[in-house]
């Protein structure tokens, strides 16, 4: 069974620009959970979708959003970049809305570099 | 305060002991987690701990939970230089979203 894919691995861009991350879940998994990694700010929670709605959000501004699509494939959008947007952006998906007994199997991210 | 905090740094030598501590925020919190991190990979699920219990074992993994301190800890035995890597402690709140430590790097030597 594949696991879960990111695309792209890498990508930079400007300040300014926007851009568009996209997260396939493992087959069969209904979630996908979105976090932020960064040296400072470590791991933070972005958003959760399942079965297309957004189910759960974190303290993010409202540039970053997201969508599922019916084949539970996910994307999360930043629009206006920042230079503090650059991190390591991780997917994860489960089964069912992510808990102890249903757990989270996470991407390799992707890296956005923002200059 | 609002974070999950853990010490940045552990050093071992393969074959002792690995103990990673963290101390988590809210005591209404249902599950807590460790995950690793191996360099240019996600993040992968070692364990978790429900609230109501004060340890669980998994084969080299001893987890103790502390839940009137809140604190948490992760023990390995027998470290290998295969356990090198970032080790996050993860809570999940009762809202739902998962509040991670900043990680510790655990490094092996030979």
């Known amino acids: 069974k594949a696991g879960v894919t990111q695309t792209p691995r890498y990508l930079i861009k400007t300040r300014g620009q926007q851009v568009t991350l996209s997260c396939s879940p493992i087959?069969?998994?209904?979630?996908v959970s979105w976090y932020q990694q960064t040296p400072g700010q470590g791991l933070q929670f972005l958003f959760e979708?399942?079965?297309?709605?957004?189910?759960n959000k974190g303290n993010f501004p409202g540039r970053f959003s997201g969508r599922q699509f019916s084949n539970s494939r996910s994307e999360m959008n930043v629009s206006t970049l920042e230079l503090g947007d650059s991190a390591l952006y991780l997917c994860a998906s489960s089964v069912r809305l992510a808990g102890a007994d249903n757990e989270q199997f996470f991407g390799p991210g992707t890296r956005l570099t923002v200059l | 305060g609002e974070d999950v905090e853990q010490s940045l740094f552990l050093s071992v030598r393969e074959g002792d002991s690995s103990v990673i501590n963290c101390t988590y925020t809210?005591?209404?919190?249902?599950?807590l987690y460790w995950y690793k991190q191996e360099p240019g990979a996600g993040l992968q699920l070692l364990t978790y701990?429900?609230?109501?219990?004060d340890m669980k074992q998994d084969q080299r993994l001893t987890v103790l939970l502390n839940k009137k301190d809140k604190h948490l800890s992760l023990r390995i035995a027998d470290t290998q230089t295969g356990d090198s890597a970032i080790y996050f402690c993860?809570?999940?709140?009762?809202?739902?979203?998962?509040?991670f430590g900043k990680g510790t790097k655990l490094s092996v030597k030979p």
């Open positions: 809210d005591s209404s919190s249902t599950y």
């Open positions: 993860a809570e999940r709140r009762s809202q739902g979203n998962l509040i």
């Open positions: 087959s069969g998994h209904r979630s």
């Open positions: 701990i429900f609230s109501n219990m």
């Open positions: 979708y399942f079965s297309e709605t957004q189910r």
